[in-house]
């Protein structure tokens, strides 16, 4: 089980009620799980994007991706403009 920090960005910060937060899984999909308790930001996370220090996860099984020890997880929800 890896220990870390999960940073929210825009509307996903507003559902969450903090810009970031520790946790303790050892999946991103384990992660997601346990934040998805927050209904306000399960919705959110539908449309989000994920980076687990610093590498894109892209449409790879969330449930697939182990995280490290001290990992930093972003979620990021689409941007408008460039």
Sequence with gaps: M???TVRY???AKAAAGVAEEPFDA???GALLTRISSNPDLAQVLRRCSFLVNGAPVGTRDPHS???PEG???EVLPPFAGG
Excluded: Y
Aim: glycine letters at 6%; proline letters at 7%; aromatic letters at 6%.
């Design 65 to 67: 991706i182990d995280l």
């Design 2 to 4: 890896a220990t870390g």
């Design 71 to 73: 990992a930093v997880v």
């Design 26 to 28: 050892p999946t991103l």
């Design 9 to 11: 960005w825009a509307a």
